[in-house]
């Protein structure tokens, strides 16, 4: 009995050892398959690691759910959906080849395209790609050939929704800006984010424009990714096929609703870009609340393919330039609000002021003339003898008061700063350099014409108009009015306001004179400078501007301007129009642009 309990003990020893080792050996073989050997396991010799990797290769974006910018009736300026053609990196049964050939054969003739370049595309594809067009953006199929396309039934050939953000010919490109990477100013501005995950150095964030100014709205919560799932061998898995993955949130992405009108500004572009225009810009703003109508300049660039190195991208409406004889607008109003000239008082311009080597543009010069006649044809002589009764401090502080200095752009709390700037990039104006004695009397003649230091944005000079008509409040321009959630509801509104001017205080000048200017106006197409704008579709009024300047390589050059507003009769826009940089001498051909640029809003006003 002894020996049999004994022998009881060693068989359930071995028992437990037996099954200790059988245990680690399981848990080793385990370890080898999970963690050490997961490259290559079961009898299909599926790769488990590269397996992962195939099917996160198989899907590609359709929408970076980045938030999007429409118009003010709420068309969209980018992210239009489009359907393309997605094809697949996958394999097909030989037994399936010949019936496949024939569909593909089918698909290319929908795209118009040789079966051995649609063939081609699909094996030379280690990834998911949408069919190019022609400008290397995914071909936008019609409603025809993506119904077509979809009935082929192909496994690999898919018509998904792809959401792009900008067009080929991108409306208001200059204003909207672009987004790209930039690692650096991650870093730098969103530090708190990039600790938290939620950015990355590659993320594409916005680097110019609107796309800058309203980073912190425009970004998303996540892509909208569509995938096929396959094996390791790039064949289809059975009942999983194509999955769009997406965040699915009713809120988000946000909406940007900017103040544009996308027809108006569309058909200015238009004008623009046929037109002998080398470097230009338009403004036009809505005469009673100063918003943004449209903003365009040339010449027109692509978001897509953007150089950072270059400047070919900024906003020619936000960069300061020499205004010319339209700053005669700040130096009249500056002489009427301080009485420094008489009713009815006359100036004599012989041509030349006789000091300085001040001349004035007509030879000869103009006779006796008022200062409102004097303002209709933009005499040098006049403006200069009235500036010398101001002198250069006054001069400047009605400058500054009339938004003429500094910047006008909108600006106010928002939830994302206490002190929210709309507009990426807006130059200040000046009338004096800081090294520039405003006692000097050479440099007050040249300042109150618009030369020497004096420099204004296109945005300023339109907002000046806007500014008389407000009786000499300054607006400040909106570009963007509000921000909604993806279902519509309100997120942040920007209420118009008027323009925190460097000075801190507000100008009210008197009525009379603000009325006076537009009437004076008025007279610069009746018999003035601008008496080509009498074959306008609406009675127009405005004033005209030639700056001198000089050209890159020393060469002399000017400035083209014209600004104004329509109808005459009841004003509801105004706008500024500058040609930029072309050569001394030739006729201010900003007079003909800003005809047709009214003739365009007069039309949408019909």
């Not at 080398?278 to 010449?299: F, H, N, Q």
Request: net charge neutral.
């Amino acid at each position: 009995m002894r020996e049999t309990s004994g022998l009881k003990k060693n068989r359930i020893f071995v028992i437990l050892i037996v099954t200790v080792g059988v245990l680690i050996v399981w848990n080793i073989r385990l370890f080898w398959i999970q963690i050490a050997a997961s490259g290559r396991w079961t009898w299909r010799h599926i790769d488990l690691v590269e397996n992962s990797v195939v099917q996160r290769e198989q899907g590609i974006v359709l929408d970076s759910g980045r938030g999007d910018f429409v118009d003010r009736h709420g068309k969209p300026l980018t992210g239009a959906p489009v359907r393309v053609l997605t094809v697949f990196p996958i394999q097909t049964e030989p037994q399936r080849e010949e019936a496949r050939e024939r569909l593909i054969a089918e698909a290319a003739r929908i795209l118009q395209v040789t079966k051995s370049a649609l063939k081609s595309f699909q094996q030379s594809s280690s990834s998911p790609r949408m069919w190019p067009g022609q400008d290397a953006k995914p071909l936008a199929l019609s409603t025809e050939q993506a119904e077509k396309l979809a009935a082929l039934g192909l496994e690999d050939f898919r018509v998904t929704t792809y959401k792009q953000r900008y067009e080929t010919h991108q409306p208001a490109s200059r204003l909207i800006g672009y987004i790209g990477q930039n690692p650096e100013r991650i870093i730098r501005q969103f530090t708190d984010l990039f600790h938290k995950g939620e950015l990355q150095l590659t993320s594409r964030i916005g680097n110019a424009g609107l796309e800058k100014s309203f980073e912190p709205w425009l970004r998303g919560i996540g892509p909208t990714t569509v995938s096929l799932f396959t094996d390791a061998g790039k064949r289809p898995l059975p009942g999983l096929d194509i999955r769009e993955i997406s965040p699915r949130n009713p809120y988000y992405p946000l909406r940007v609703v900017t103040t544009l009108d996308r027809g108006i500004q569309e058909r200015i572009e238009q004008k623009l870009e046929r037109s002998a225009v080398r470097e230009g810009t338009v403004v036009v703003l809505d005469i009673e609340t100063a918003d943004v109508v449209a903003m365009a300049s040339k010449p027109f660039f692509t978001p897509d393919h953007v150089d950072p190195s270059r400047t070919n991208w900024s906003n020619l409406a936000l960069q300061a330039e020499a205004p010319g004889s339209i700053f005669k607008t700040v130096t009249a109003i500056a002489a009427l609000e301080e009485g420094v000239v008489k009713p009815g008082e006359t100036f004599h311009c012989r041509g030349e002021l006789g000091q300085f080597g001040f001349r004035c543009w007509k030879h000869g010069g103009h006779g006796e003339l008022t200062l409102e006649e004097g303002f209709a044809q933009s005499c040098n002589i006049v403006f200069a003898q009235v500036a010398q009764r101001l002198g250069g401090e006054l001069l400047a502080q009605y400058a500054e008061r009339l938004g003429a200095s500094g910047t006008v752009g909108w600006s106010g709390a928002a939830s994302v700063s206490g002190h929210f700037l709309q507009w990426d990039g807006e130059q200040r104006g000046q009338t004096y350099a800081a090294s520039t004695d405003r006692s000097d009397p050479g440099a007050l003649v040249q300042t109150a014409i618009g030369q020497r230091d004096v420099q204004m944005t296109p945005l300023q000079a339109a907002n000046l108009v806007v500014t008389l008509y407000h009786g000499g409040r300054v607006q400040a321009p909106r570009i963007v009015k509000e921000v909604r959630f993806a279902n519509g509801r309100l997120y942040e509104q920007f209420a118009p306001h008027e323009a925190e001017l460097m000075s801190g205080g507000k100008v009210r000048l008197h009525a009379k004179t603000a009325e006076t200017l537009l009437e004076w106006m008025d007279g610069v197409v009746d018999h003035g400078t601008g008496r080509a704008l009498q074959a306008a579709k609406w009675p127009l009024a405005g004033k005209s501007g030639t700056a001198q300047i000089v050209l890159d390589g020393g060469q002399a050059g000017e400035n083209h301007w014209f600004i104004g507003y329509g109808p005459a009769d009841a004003p509801r826009y105004a706008a500024a129009v500058l040609i930029r940089h072309v050569p001394e001498g030739g006729p201010n051909r900003s007079i003909e642009l800003f005809r047709e640029v009214m003739d365009v809003l007069a039309d949408q006003e019909r």
